[in-house]
């Protein structure tokens, strides 16, 4: 099997499970239906949805990179991905979550979000400068 096809079949299933557990927000009975323990507050459980999905796409930006098969990391594009759906995510439980949070939570959340967007923001200007001074 090419090392594309595995690292497509590997976003997929990242994909897959990111979906699923981000879905455990509108639709809590979903953990029922999969057969799985129920999830009071699905708040770490999309988090990791997020993430999920974001490694789903930084495997499908790895598979078009021109590497060849050395073992090789997921780079700056697959950080963007990845630090971008976590953040987006946390981003939105923030905005729409109703968390209860005290402000020292509320701050340590936010400064998350800033940092992972932020973070995001850097790396896709180092890729676009980048591209741009070859």
Known sequence: MK??????????????????????????????????PMVEVPFYASILGGVLVG????????????????????????AVAINLCGGLVLMGWLIFGRLGLPIRGTVFLWALVVLLVG????????????????
Do not use: C, Q, T, Y
């Open 3 to 36: 090392r594309e096809n595995v690292l497509v079949v590997d976003a997929g299933v990242n994909f897959m499970l990111g979906i699923l557990l981000l879905l455990l927000v509108p639709l809590p009975k979903l953990s029922s239906i999969l057969g799985v």
């Open 55 to 78: 490694i789903g796409i930084a495997l499908l930006v790895e598979v078009r990179r021109r590497g060849g098969n050395k073992a090789v990391g997921l780079g700056k594009g697959g």
């Open 119 to 134: 973070l995001s923001g850097l790396e896709l200007l180092m890729i676009l400068v980048g591209e741009n001074e070859k």
